[in-house]
């Protein structure tokens, strides 16, 4: 049994050492807080919203992050915030990311006027300031977060779009693709059979900038005032706080401002150590720069 053990245990450790570092520091940095998010009761000590001491205390061994402007922990609502932003950035790049590659192959593939079309309404969307555009968004639907969720995914879907249009104009040429459309296979099926399983690694690093960008997006809505409302945590609406106590509590923005920080780092650490991984697999299909950020 321990024999057994062992190899599963060398497997696994064969099967990291030949990952490129960059997705393993990326994974690292990003693990712990999806734990946090997931169970944010079990890390926290305490209630998020609830009153506990004096104002503005500083670190330490009660309150690792002190206290805020009404004496609750800031480290339970760091802690409670991840479960908000992470959750918004991931299901907003996730729906970016869908809708935006379903648009941008099947574009591609069948060219001509079709593409035109949508490459052209593509663009009169990333003429607009991607943060002014999901701003006009939640002003017009309200601030739920469902609300923001879509907002932020309408914003990255057309960066998506026009990113994954690549595959579907260098895959079409390809034998393969073409054998298949001469054999009569529908264009739904040649995109869900040959262009999409051709481009994956490419798009993966792409899903890795445009989460990058979601949680970034997300939290400077929040900043502003139009992502989670006070007194629910989020990671946004801390900073503005921070901003307005500056003198009072110097550090009081430092767990949120890291925290961002740190996610949206290990996003670009993930999709650069998928480039790397895919490097020898990829065609040129485009260029990770068109992402915007806030």
């Known amino acids: 049994m321990t024999t057994k053990y062992q190899k599963v245990f060398a497997r696994f450790k ?46 330490s061994k009660k309150y690792i992050l002190g206290t805020d402007e009404i004496g609750r922990d800031l480290f339970s609502r760091v802690v409670y915030a991840s479960r908000a932003d992470i959750l918004t950035s991931l299901s907003a790049a996730s729906i970016a990311f869908m809708f935006g590659t379903l648009i941008g192959l099947f574009s591609g593939y069948i060219g001509g006027r079709t593409d035109t079309i ?5 663009d009169v969307f990333l003429s607009f300031p991607t943060i002014i555009l999901a701003l006009f968004l939640i002003v017009i639907f309200g601030r739920a977060q469902w609300v923001q969720i879509l907002a932020i995914a309408m914003v990255m879907t057309p960066s998506m779009a026009r990113f994954s249009r690549g595959s579907g104009l260098v895959l079409r040429s390809r034998g393969y693709v073409e ?8 264009t739904s099926h040649i995109v869900r059979t040959h262009i999409l399983p051709n481009s994956m690694p490419t798009l993966l690093v792409a899903a890795s900038v445009l989460s990058a960008s979601a949680i970034l997006i997300a939290s400077s809505l929040s900043y502003l005032g139009l992502g989670a409302q006070p007194p629910d945590p989020s990671w946004g609406n801390i900073l503005r706080s921070a901003f307005s106590f500056v003198y009072q509590a110097p550090l009081y ?13 290990a996003y670009i650490l993930i999709g650069e150590g998928f ?20």
């Open 14 to 59: 064969k099967f990291v050492l030949t990952q490129p570092k960059p997705l393993l520091y990326g994974v690292i940095l990003l693990a712990p807080f999806i734990v946090l998010s997931a169970i944010p009761s079990v890390i926290a000590p305490y209630d998020p919203l609830a009153i506990l001491d004096a104002p503005f205390l500083g670190p």
């Open 118 to 122: 949508v490459m052209r309404t593509v």
């Open 179 to 186: 054998a298949s459309r001469v054999s009569g296979a529908s």
């Open 253 to 265: 923005g430092i767990g949120a401002g890291i925290s961002v920080t740190i996610v949206a780092g």
């Open 275 to 294: 480039r790397r991984k895919f490097a020898d697999r990829q065609a040129v299909i485009g260029n990770t720069k068109q992402f915007g950020g806030v």
